[in-house]
């Protein structure tokens, strides 16, 4: 039982988390992001797939260019998951531990 | 510091045990409770290990008797709090590069106890997919997803 993503690493990467980041702080076309990585538009554009891939970014088009940002809905979902998880854990630790069983 | 931090889950519950018994369960009893699909060997566990120090490990052992990690302890303070490093990454796998926390603690009410828990850094998972995007199942879980997120999405 998985929250995965065929990204794996999309995040764990630091240069895919380093462009995930500045576009946290806002939109951006691809030229802009690639200006301030130290690596070249191309690595970026292919960095921007990987991440849109895994549902974290998605972009839109202004006039011929392309502007990435935040896709909300990526991290949100993972979070409700966590969070129905925790909660059916927590029952059965709950039931576990006011049960007259051993349970130690 | 990076602006996307979706908020710590975070749950309260109370239980009707006694501080020591609660914090014995959930610890040295986790393969009493710890729900059987959610296991991270081909098979169902037999047991789940948290070693009571800090730095001691956290795994699940199968009946055969093989060992998977699911993380560490990064603090041992029984009975009233134990911190562990949650180490599946969004594929399910341990990673020794991959820490979240998971901060429980343990705090007497009367003849009862409240459990409180704190699954933080959970901004390292990254993404999801669309296996988890049908497990949500509807619409509507997506809506609550985005509001849940929405205090900590940046201004567009």
């Known amino acids: 039982m998985t929250y995965a993503s065929n990204a794996l690493a999309a995040l764990a990467d630091p240069t895919r988390r380093l462009i995930f980041e500045r576009l946290a702080k806002g939109p951006q076309p691809v030229t802009a992001l690639a200006k301030k990585l130290p690596v070249s538009r191309p690595a970026v554009s292919q960095h921007l797939k990987v991440l849109k891939d895994a549902g974290l970014v998605t972009d839109r088009a202004e006039g011929t260019r392309r502007i990435y940002h935040i896709d909300a809905a990526g991290l949100g979902a993972l979070r409700q998951w966590l969070d129905r998880f925790w909660d059916a854990s927590l029952d059965s630790f709950k039931a576990a531990a006011e049960s007259d069983d051993d349970g130690a | ?156």
């Open chain 2, 1 to 156: 510091m990076n602006q996307i931090e979706p908020a710590p889950i975070r749950k309260s519950i109370l239980v009707n045990a006694p501080q020591e018994r609660a914090f014995q369960v959930f610890t040295a009893g986790m393969g009493g409770w710890w729900r059987p699909e959610h296991h991270i060997a081909k098979t169902p566990f037999a047991d789940v290990v948290v070693e009571p120090r800090t730095g001691g490990r956290w795994f699940e052992r199968d009946k055969d008797g093989t060992e998977c990690e699911w993380g560490k302890v990064l603090a041992w303070d029984a009975p009233r709090r134990v911190v562990l490093a949650w180490q599946l990454n969004a594929e399910w796998k341990y990673d020794p590069d991959f820490i979240t926390e998971l901060e429980i603690r343990f705090t007497t009410e009367g003849s009862a106890t409240r459990v409180e828990l704190e699954h933080r850094d959970i901004e390292k998972f990254g993404a999801t997919s669309a296996a988890v995007r049908a497990a949500l199942d509807s619409t509507e879980g997506w809506e609550r997803a985005l509001a849940v997120f929405a205090n900590a999405a940046p201004k567009a």
